[in-house]
């Protein structure tokens, strides 16, 4: 890798050993993917992916303890993915004690946090590129984010660079304020390496369609046919929700970092087929391929039939529109089941920024009618411990499914769960 | 019996560890988090997606895999791993590595003095070769010896 006069001399220790440190670990993340330099990252925000404090990752927080001591911290400011903690969705009290043991260490991470460049004492969510939550890069702008979610719609949805990095390393690109250039953010690694043909008979549950690319492309990148007829050919805010929402599974169930979408994403707006490399495969999706990746999903409840004790939707964390359709459909299904609140402990996860927002509205008081809890954490936090383990969770979510012992149900099926079946 | 690979040196080091095998990507959250979390010695698999790998112990194993799949914490988890002394015994892809794996090996050498000596591009052979319980021979300059269970 050829290093500007600038870099050499920050790797040569000019500004300290852990600076230093910093910089080499860039150049060998760099040279393992073949990067020959260093680019500036030019967005105005980061986005790391850790915003837990659990105890066991001690090494996490001396490493960042060591960046604060050398003052390396970030050049930008950043968000960060949601606080794991919410004392307002319901818990049992041994739960609640394995809480406080287990994000032991929440406070000094978000003091490390704030000192490192944190955005302001709310920026906590997985979708930070909400217009309410404000981390929206512009297209073409270099990012150093982490949170696959949030790298897949930041460059397939905004048209943004960003590789997939991993928490630290997208610290440590924010804190020396240049990346190696490789992979999505340069035009060859944007090409797309596999077709997928759409022809289900209509719109396609969003999660199983990712679920199904994701598993299929792993890391590569899919140009997706067929989706515009059902979409259109505007990122209107249901089509963005929609895409948000496949992006997570794509990137959960597999490894993309970039989707294209026929009509509709801007780089496959722009330059349509010239996107797909030569001989691509093609992966077409059908019903029955849809059916036989549902059907695939392994629920590892020790009791298939249990009643489920809570349900969790917004993982990723819904939008404003997501929101306010799901007050409109919650209201809607408890008035032809003959119910007033749901029947299942229900909780809807946003972004705080979001959250703001929705609170404006009068839709809120209307959710909060139906007995549905909003909150700002992150679903997967709240699961990762063998007490909510044991607990039959539901969830429409395909990353929350894929990384914890939640359920997955269609959102039609949740809706049905929550305010008729009660089961 | 034995059989050699060659592939290429991400973090340098040898190696001699029993090979456990992954024949679809590793999804490194869903396979540490409940493990780390509360101190599993034996680092068993908790990725109920992944029938090679889920409730198997992984410590000191020689992990050979196609790629690191999943949440973008996947690096930061493997560092954290090596930190605790509880990585596996080194990593063998098939594959060009992926951004995960190779930032969680880089932070491991660079910012702990853990020794878990990662190499890829293997080859898909290399991957259809091997089996669960064949001893491994990594040497530094990335040559895989596969011995064949007696």
Redesign the interface.
């Known amino acids: 890798m050829i290093l500007t006069k600038d870099q050499q001399a920050l790797l040569d220790g000019q500004q300290g050993e852990i600076m230093a440190?910093v910089v080499?670990?860039l150049v060998?993340?760099g040279e393992?993917?073949g990067a020959e330099r260093m680019v500036p990252v030019t967005s105005e925000y980061g986005h790391t992916?850790?915003s837990f404090g659990?105890g066991?990752?001690k090494?996490?927080y001396e490493?960042y303890d060591q960046l604060l001591a050398a003052g390396a911290v970030s050049k930008q400011p950043f968000s960060a993915d949601p606080r794991p903690l919410d004392k307002n969705i319901p818990s049992s009290f041994l739960q609640n004690i394995v809480f406080k043991f287990?994000y032991s260490q929440q406070e000094h991470y978000e003091e490390q946090l704030q000192q490192l460049g944190l955005m302001n004492k709310n920026a906590y969510t997985c979708a930070c590129y909400l217009p309410q939550a404000g981390n929206v890069p512009k297209r073409g702008e270099i990012l150093s984010w982490?949170?696959?979610s949030a790298?897949v719609y930041a460059n397939s949805v905004l048209g943004a660079r960003c590789?997939?990095?991993?928490?630290?390393?997208?610290l440590m690109g924010s804190i020396a304020g240049f990346v190696p250039e490789f992979?999505l953010l340069t035009d060859d690694g944007r090409k797309a390496d596999w077709i997928v043909e759409v022809r289900t008979s209509k719109l396609p549950d969003a999660q199983l369609l990712g679920s199904a690319v994701?598993m299929k492309v792993?890391?590569k990148v899919p140009f997706v046919r067929g989706l515009d007829k059902w979409l259109g050919t505007q990122l209107s805010e249901s089509a963005c929700a929609y895409l948000k929402d496949f992006g997570a599974a794509c990137?959960?169930?597999?490894?993309v970092g970039l989707y294209h979408i026929e009509h509709l994403t801007p780089e496959a707006v722009d330059q349509g087929e010239s996107l797909i490399r030569e001989n691509a495969p093609v992966y077409v999706v059908d019903d029955a391929e849809l059916e036989r990746i549902r059907n695939g999903y392994?629920c590892?409840w020790k009791d298939l039939d249990a009643t489920p004790k809570l349900c969790f939707m917004g993982c990723p964390h819904m939008t404003l529109s997501q929101l306010k359709d799901w007050t409109v459909r919650v209201e809607e299904g408890l008035k032809a089941a003959g119910n007033k609140k749901v029947l299942i402990p229900t909780v809807f996860t946003s972004a705080p920024g979001v959250v703001k927002e929705f609170n404006k509205t009068a839709y809120a008081g209307r959710l909060k009618a139906t007995g549905v809890i909003l909150s700002t954490i992150c679903p997967l936090m709240y699961m990762?411990?063998?007490l909510s383990?044991k607990m039959p969770v539901i969830t429409s979510s395909n990353k929350l499914r894929?990384?914890s012992?939640a359920r997955f149900y269609s959102e039609e099926e949740i809706l049905a769960k929550i305010t008729k079946e009660g089961k | 019996m034995s059989r050699v690979f060659k592939g290429r040196v991400i973090t340098p080091g040898a190696a001699k560890a029993p090979a456990l095998v992954s024949h679809g990507g590793l999804n490194t959250l869903a396979s540490y988090q409940m493990a780390l979390m509360f101190g599993d010695k034996q680092v068993k698999c908790g990725d109920q997606n992944n029938p090679d790998l889920y409730k198997k112990p992984m410590i000191g194993k020689a992990l050979c895999l196609p790629e690191t799949i999943g949440s973008t914490t996947g690096g930061m988890v493997l560092y954290t791993a090596c930190a605790m002394g509880k990585q596996p015994a080194c990593m063998l892809f098939s594959k060009p590595i992926d951004s995960l794996a190779a930032s969680g090996a880089i932070l491991a050498a660079n910012w702990t003095d853990a020794s878990m000596p990662v190499v890829d591009s293997l080859g898909e052979e290399f991957l259809n070769y091997v089996q669960d319980g064949m001893m491994i021979n990594l040497a530094e300059d990335g040559t895989v010896t596969v011995e064949d269970a007696e």
């Open positions: 440190k080499k670990t060998m993340y393992a993917f992916v850790i659990i066991v990752m090494p996490v490493l287990m982490a949170e696959s790298v590789n997939r990095n991993s928490g630290i390393i997208e992979g994701g792993l890391e990137a959960s169930n597999g490894s392994p590892i990762n411990n063998p383990k894929t990384y012992s």
